[in-house]
């Protein structure tokens, strides 16, 4: 089973500054395989990118995903107000299919 | 635009059967792109995958190795909504619920919507 470890656990920044969230996975695996989400308080998560780069439908471009092999990145270019959230990167593949990391929380500083 | 809106009870008493169901409009249940999964999220098992169904010429089910054994999920084309049942809930079975559609194509399955989520409280 292939587990992610997301770091850091909380990373507090302000307003136009640049987040960059990692995702480690304990086994290599394919970076078509690899997803994003956001998700705020008493909502659900949010599809921001899909294999690993491609942004999903309706996501600013001031998302970016990146990576490969067991080591992933997604870099918030420059930090709205509505970015601060909770932040997954999670895998497709075998057993469970979709494993999730624990979340990074991007906090306002 | 997919919605899916989630329905079903709040409250499930130990030992009974959880019971939730997904609606779906602006797609298919029998999307041949698509598969329809059931998760869960609580403070002590974050988000959790618990199984998904979908159509490829026959119906397909997949479920995940924490609830293998006690969930069914089950799609229902005259309604364009799949259900989840979880049996024999223990306290341990209190989460958000939400189903989801996932995308499929080469990439694999992202998960690009989602219902609003249902709390369900398992306590007598």
């Known amino acids: 089973e292939v587990v992610l470890t997301q770091s850091p656990g909380t990373l507090s920044l302000s307003p136009g500054e640049r987040a960059t969230l990692s995702c480690r996975a304990s086994q290599s695996f394919s970076s078509s395989y690899l997803a994003w989400y956001q998700q705020k308080p008493g909502q659900a998560p949010r599809l921001l990118i899909y294999g690993a780069s491609s942004r999903a439908t309706g996501i600013p471009v001031r998302f970016s995903g990146s990576g490969s092999g067991t080591d992933f990145t997604l870099t918030i270019s420059r930090l709205e107000p509505e970015d601060f959230a909770v932040y997954y990167c999670q895998r497709y593949g075998n057993s469970p299919l979709y494993a999730f990391g624990q979340g990074t929380k991007v906090e306002i500083k | 635009q997919v919605q899916l809106q989630q329905s079903g009870p709040g409250l499930v008493q130990p030992s009974q059967t959880l019971s939730l169901t997904c609606a779906i409009s602006g797609d298919s249940v029998s999307s041949n792109s698509a598969a329809w999964s059931w998760l869960r999220q609580s403070p002590s098992r974050g988000l959790e995958w618990l199984g998904r169904t979908y159509y490829r010429s026959n119906w397909y089910y997949d479920y995940g190795p924490s609830v293998k054994g006690r969930i069914t999920i089950n799609p229902d084309t005259s309604k364009n909504h799949f259900s989840l049942q979880l049996n024999s809930v223990t306290p341990e079975d209190t989460a958000v619920y939400f189903c989801?559609?996932?995308?499929?194509?080469?990439?694999?399955?992202?998960?690009?919507?989602w219902g609003q989520g249902t709390l369900v409280t398992v306590s007598s």
């Open positions: 989801a559609r996932g995308a499929c194509d080469s990439a694999g399955c992202a998960l690009d919507y």
